[in-house]
């Protein structure tokens, strides 16, 4: 599994890399990227990131 971070999105909060450092981390921006690909020792937190992202920028797939 993928997690993609629109960056029209984003306003660079840090919660999803503070939630989950294995998949999210802040570029040069102060955008998240996810830089790793979801595991099932990540996925729950990776799907709380998304959850909890205040807009809604982090969609998680396949
Ligand atoms: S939680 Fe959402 S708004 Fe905050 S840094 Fe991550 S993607 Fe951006």
Redesign the pocket.
């Known amino acids: 599994m993928k997690a993609i ?1 629109d960056h029209d999105l ?8 503070d939630i989950c450092p294995e998949v ?1 981390r802040m570029n040069d921006d102060n ?2 990227e996810a830089y790793a690909d979801i595991t099932p020792e990540t996925q729950e937190k990776a799907e709380q ?1 998304r959850d909890e ?3 809604e ?2 969609t998680i797939a396949e």
């Open positions: 971070v984003c306003i660079g909060c840090g919660l999803c890399a999210f955008l998240a990131a992202c205040p807009v920028a982090i």
